[in-house]
């Protein structure tokens, strides 16, 4: 499996942006799809999770749930982050993540990884 993730920026306080992950050389629906992300001196987070399948069933850390919407499109074989209402502790390094075990990826242990995208929230 090969993860590209893209979209990620400077953005204001307050303001939306969304990331993007190309997946490729595996089945799509066969994986569950996440986020994680990682700020400078922290351990990398569980952000995120989408199940496999044609589902929507998702499943969010506490700091991003109301604020962060995951969604898949199981034709183009993307996963998508929208963050909205963003805040400076949202400044991270943003890492996709595949697995066929949902679970693996909200234990940030998945075994795929996308190389990440900075995400820069100013206050």
């Known amino acids: 499996v090969q993860l590209q993730a893209s979209g990620g920026g400077l953005v204001q306080a307050g303001g939306s942006l969304r990331l993007s992950c190309a997946f490729s050389?595996?089945?799509?629906?066969?994986?569950?799809l996440g986020w994680s992300r990682q700020a400078p001196g922290k351990e990398r987070e569980f952000v995120g999770v989408?199940?496999?399948?044609?589902?929507?069933?998702?499943y969010y850390a506490d700091s991003v749930k109301g604020r962060f919407t995951i969604s898949r499109d199981n034709v183009r074989n993307m996963v998508y982050l929208q963050m909205d209402s963003l805040k400076p502790e949202d400044t991270a390094v943003y890492y996709c993540?595949?697995?066929?075990?949902?679970?693996?990826?909200?234990?940030?242990?998945?075994?795929?990884w996308g190389q990440g995208t900075q995400v820069t929230v100013s206050s």
């Open positions: 050389g595996r089945t799509f629906g066969s994986y569950a």
């Open positions: 993540a595949a697995d066929q075990v949902q679970h693996k990826i909200a234990v940030v242990s998945p075994e795929y």
């Open positions: 989408i199940k496999r399948g044609g589902g929507e069933s998702t």
